[in-house]
């Protein structure tokens, strides 16, 4: 009898899995080749293999098993700071006393690789056109930074609460970007979107329109006090670091502000560019809803895309991870797609030029400029005005506009 393949398997579905297992596992490559002996030679920068997750191991007493905020310091919102603390236990219970920090980064590589997973099930369910479901699954910011630090559960919580906003369910959304914001900041932007959704969306009468944005509110504040409160009230000064951090930290030499000091063009202290960072964003916003509110009056909720762009060139602080937050929404929401192309090769220079400069101040090669961060940043920055424009002038994608819903599991049909 001859060998042959299943008929009954959906092949083309199993060839999106397989791609994201590959890109997962190249994410596992990038972040571990570097691993055998430590890092030596400022091979962390010059291989782009430096992560964050090798140093908490110790830094942060996980090889001891010490619970986060109550027995060690830890600069990260409380739900990301219990996912490190599960993803060290899970290392010590698999690995007992041999357990090392590369161990720990395989534990966290694997832990995101399961929610970029999830999202990828969540994009099926919904009837993702399959060129965005590629995208997905060969995503570059996903080989970059799966096992550079715990950003996939705070994406996955922002995709599915706009998932959830496009099906009407605006209660469950602002729940999920309650609790996406107990992981990250960054979910807490998609709140006012999903607010102004449920008062302007649709014609309800006003009282039932102001019930339910009260009861949105309540299921984002509920959602991020089940998590935080217990931690606040208990180990206060250590809950607080993440945002006194936040406040405090100096800028990156990717972010807008750095690259304009940089440059010469402006410098400003830490207060002065705090508060210059919430003018610029407040006023952005504000002209984002206003410039996309007759064309996405009906699901203002995708303007939750461009606000949080917006935030990222305006913010003191742009890690190179935070590609990663956008990456998926942009997926979701942007008319075209080769903006988004041209984004995350932006996103890929920044990243070089940036780990390059540190390579160059501990007088490693390849080594780069303030003025080569400075062109890398700025081409990103310049693709993201022109994605955030598309996003609010222009009609989201067919796919995500359409009420009709396929069967969960099959492939989207293509753009045209």
Not at 254 to 283: C, H, K, P, Q, S
Request: positive net charge; proline residues 5%.
């Amino acid at each position: 009898m001859g060998w042959a393949l299943p008929r009954d398997v959906n092949w083309r579905l199993a060839a999106l899995w397989l791609a994201l297992a590959a890109t997962c596992s190249a994410g596992w490559l990038f972040k571990a080749h570097c691993v055998p002996g430590g890092w030596t030679e400022a091979e962390q920068y010059t291989t782009g293999c430096y992560n964050d997750v090798m140093p908490f191991w110790h830094g942060r007493a996980v090889a001891d098993g010490k619970i986060p905020y109550f027995q060690t310091r830890m600069e990260y919102p409380v739900l990301t700071g219990a996912q490190i603390w599960a993803e060290g236990s899970a290392t010590r219970l698999l690995f007992g006393k041999r357990a090392r920090d590369w161990h720990f980064l395989g534990v966290v590589v694997i832990a995101n690789a399961l929610l970029a997973a999830l999202v990828l099930k969540w994009f099926l369910a919904a009837g993702m056109d399959t060129r965005r479901l590629w995208g997905w699954a060969l995503a570059p910011p996903l080989i970059l930074y799966v096992g550079h630090n715990w950003d996939m559960a705070a994406t996955a919580l922002a995709v599915g609460a706009m998932l959830l906003a496009r099906e009407g369910r605006l209660v469950p959304a602002a729940a999920a970007a309650g609790l996406g914001t107990a992981a990250k900041l960054f979910p807490v932007l998609a709140l006012p979107m999903i607010g102004l959704s449920a008062l302007f969306g649709d014609s309800r009468p006003w009282r039932q329109r102001l019930l339910r944005a009260a009861a949105l509110s309540a299921a984002a504040i509920g959602a991020w006090a089940l998590v935080n409160l217990p931690v606040a009230l208990l180990a206060h000064e250590n809950w607080s670091e993440f945002y006194r951090f936040s406040q405090e930290r100096q800028g990156t030499a990717g972010a807008t502000w750095d690259v304009l000091a940089n440059m010469g063009w402006w410098f400003t202290g830490i207060e002065e560019r705090n508060r210059y960072a919430a003018i610029a964003f407040v006023v952005g916003f504000a002209l984002i809803v206003g410039l996309g509110w007759r064309r996405h009056q009906g699901h203002l909720w995708v303007l939750f895309t461009p606000v949080l762009a917006w935030f990222m060139l305006t913010n003191k602080v742009y890690s190179p991870q935070f590609d990663l937050w956008l990456y998926p929404l942009l997926l979701m929401t942007a008319p075209r797609l080769w903006p988004v192309a041209l984004f995350v090769l932006g996103g890929i220079a920044a990243f070089f030029a940036e780990f390059w400069w540190f390579a160059g101040m501990e007088h490693a090669w390849p080594a780069t400029t303030t003025g080569q961060i400075a062109i890398a940043a700025g081409f990103r920055a310049a693709v993201m005005l022109w994605i955030i424009g598309e996003c609010v002038l222009r009609a989201p994608p067919a796919w995500l506009a359409s009420s009709f819903r396929r069967k969960p599991g099959s492939l989207g049909a293509s753009e045209a």
